[in-house]
């Protein structure tokens, strides 16, 4: 079956530290790979995607690369911000039916 | 362009109430979905629709119904409210069901309490 394992949280980091968020994933086939961002009382926002192996998805200074032999997705950012204090999910995309599935979150606290 | 709006965006219910929970998006999507979000758990698919007519149950579809009238709108309803139903509820619309391709778009949530 489809599933994701992040990294459990929460993650506690301060200003300009080096981020990775770990995401694993088990899958039929071969799924597109997301990350969205939840701000505090929001929705949640596409942050990056990659829809095939070794593709490079990043936006806002974030980055992540389509593992498909070690089957990661691990969310990277070199200079973390006090704004990008957030829950980051992990989730795949499967060509069948359109779901998505989602990993559990991981909460980024970032101190000034 | 709005994105996904939803209504209400808190709701307060007593147990064995039933209530409508609002979806719409403007961006003419195929795909359409229901989220629930509860601590820990990340996001679990309630129902979704592939296309106006067109709707199926997700993972946890117990206690909930749905309708796709039209291609905008995909409102959920709680039959029968129980305080488990307490939780974060999302809509996300998506341009195709079948190309994987294509992101989800979110709306901003509806947060229900049962009590």
């Known amino acids: 079956g489809n599933s994701v394992t992040q990294m459990e949280g929460p993650v506690t980091l301060s200003e300009e530290a080096f981020l990775t968020i770990n995401c694993t994933y088990t899958?039929?086939?071969?799924?597109?790979l997301f990350w969205y961002v939840q701000y505090p009382g929001e929705g949640l926002q596409l942050l990056l995607k990659a829809t095939k192996a070794d593709d490079k998805g990043s936006n806002k200074g974030f980055e992540a690369t389509y593992r498909k032999e070690t089957t990661s997705f691990h969310l990277e950012k070199g200079s973390v911000q006090v704004s990008d204090s957030a829950v980051y999910f992990c989730a795949l995309k499967h060509s069948t039916l359109g779901r998505l599935y989602f990993g559990r979150g991981t909460q980024l606290t970032v101190w000034p | 362009n709005a994105g996904v709006t939803q209504t209400p965006k808190f709701q307060v219910l007593k147990t064995g109430q039933s209530m409508t929970l609002q979806c719409a998006q403007d961006m003419n999507h195929e795909y359409m979905s229901w989220y629930r979000q509860d601590p820990g758990m990340g996001l679990r698919l309630i129902h979704y629709?592939?296309?106006?007519?067109?709707?199926d149950q997700g993972e946890v579809p117990n206690g909930y119904n749905v309708s796709r009238s039209t291609t905008e709108d995909f409102p959920l309803r709680l039959l029968s409210a129980a305080p488990s139903q307490t939780s974060v509820y999302f809509c996300?619309?998506?341009?195709?069901?079948?190309?994987?391709?294509?992101?989800?778009?979110f709306g901003p949530g509806t947060r229900l309490t049962v009590t």
């Open positions: 996300a619309s998506s341009y195709s069901a079948s190309d994987r391709t294509y992101e989800q778009y």
């Open positions: 899958a039929t086939g071969y799924p597109s």
């Open positions: 629709s592939v296309g106006a007519g067109i709707t």
